[in-house]
């Protein structure tokens, strides 16, 4: 019995420290939680790798991919950046907007994605506002996208 419980613990562990790490990256990127962020922004386990999936003459995009996971749902869960080389107005925005973190659920099986959230800086790295989508309408990944790539990557 008790190696069951201690497995269990061990189990739970790592759960916690997954999430935390997410959590703790996704409040970093949004500016949330500036007081604690700046000594767990300056340690070498929480720094960001960015991985390039697309790049255009006026915005290029960039995958997280340390923080892919499997979310409590089941769906995969990841970060993306998305960096304009000419300030943009998403929807949500309440500043031109330099730079985009979001967070994405993909149901690898059904082949689709939907956002969950983008937080947004202006140029200067002041937050320019957050979207959350009204609606958890799933989309159909199309072939050749970035959210392919994410797919054949990660699924």
């Not at 973190?101 to 937050?127: F, T």
């Not at 199309?142 to 959210?147: A, F, K, R």
Request: hydrophobic share 40%; with cysteine; proline share 5%.
């Amino acid at each position: 019995m008790d190696h069951i419980v201690s497995a269990q613990a061990g189990w739970l562990q790592s759960l916690w420290r997954t999430t935390m790490r997410g959590v703790w990256r996704f409040a970093l990127a949004c500016g949330a939680g500036i007081g604690m962020g700046i000594v767990i922004a300056g340690s070498p386990a929480q720094a960001v790798q960015w991985m390039t999936l697309s790049s255009a003459r006026d915005l290029s995009y960039e995958l997280d991919a340390d923080s892919a996971h499997k979310d409590p749902d089941g769906y995969l869960a990841y970060s993306t950046r998305t960096t304009w080389r000419d300030a943009a107005q998403p929807p949500g925005a309440i500043a031109a907007v330099a730079v985009s973190i979001s967070r994405y659920q993909m149901n690898c099986q059904a082949k689709q994605w939907r956002l969950v959230e983008s937080c947004y800086e202006s140029a200067d790295g002041s937050p320019a506002g957050v979207y959350k989508p009204t609606s958890n309408v799933w989309l159909d990944i199309g072939p050749g996208t970035v959210m392919d790539k994410i797919h054949a990557r990660f699924c």
